[in-house]
């Protein structure tokens, strides 16, 4: 075979796995976190030091990992959707991708997204089932009903307590890694096989 044609055979399977790797890819969200807003509390805790929004168009899923004063609180879409249609017209209709319209509201649809850490938000806790006696609670409040509020658990209560507002940012997504590993492996055997038939036409030469 030319090395002509064994372009034209590799660079159709390299742009396939290029193209499962963005099919594939989830895109990343830095929450940031800030306590410009809130009732007037004088809160012990600091700030969130992380938090981290997965959301993947191709699977309709949502979730938000968030650490506050050493406790992980995790959002499945479960979660993030409030187990029910979330609607509100500037973040999209009923009929529309439940994470997609979460993530919105977390980008700030409604003009504002406020997070508490065990502090009960105005209108009352949104708890999720179950007691939240002697834990830490974190809850995200974005819109108006029927709309974003929920409400995870971690650990022992540590008496902390902070709130404030969030923004998302948006970073950059991590591909998978088989397809990046097929990338990887075509590259360098399209290289090997270059250099060889190369090296055969150097001899010839010679």
């Not at 649809?109 to 209108?123: F, I, K, L, R, S």
């Not at 540590?158 to 997504?173: D, E, V």
Request: charged share 10%; glycine share 10%.
């Amino acid at each position: 075979m030319s090395t002509k044609k064994l372009l034209w055979t590799v660079i159709p399977v390299v742009l396939m796995v290029i193209g499962a790797t963005n099919a594939k890819a989830d895109t990343f969200y830095t929450i940031n976190f800030s306590s410009s807003y809130g009732d007037p509390i004088t809160p012990s805790g600091a700030l969130p030091t992380s938090g981290i929004v997965d959301y993947n168009a191709t699977a309709n899923t949502i979730t938000a990992t968030i650490v506050w004063e050493g406790q992980t609180f995790v959002f499945n879409t479960s979660d993030l959707t409030d187990g029910s249609v979330l609607y509100n017209v500037s973040c999209g209709s009923p009929a529309a991708n439940q994470a997609a319209i979460a993530l919105n509201m977390l980008n700030g649809c409604t003009g504002y997204v406020w997070w508490y850490a065990n502090v009960n938000p105005p209108g009352g806790p949104y708890y999720p089932y179950g007691s939240t006696s002697g834990e830490n609670y974190f809850s995200l409040d974005a819109g108006v009903f029927p709309d974003l509020q929920t409400t995870v658990t971690d650990g022992a209560s540590n008496s902390f307590t902070a709130q404030g507002n969030l923004t998302i940012t948006q970073s950059t997504a991590e591909p998978g890694v088989l397809p990046l590993t097929l990338l990887g492996v075509g590259l360098v055997g399209l290289m090997f096989i270059m250099r060889k038939r190369l090296g055969l036409r150097l001899d010839q030469a010679t």
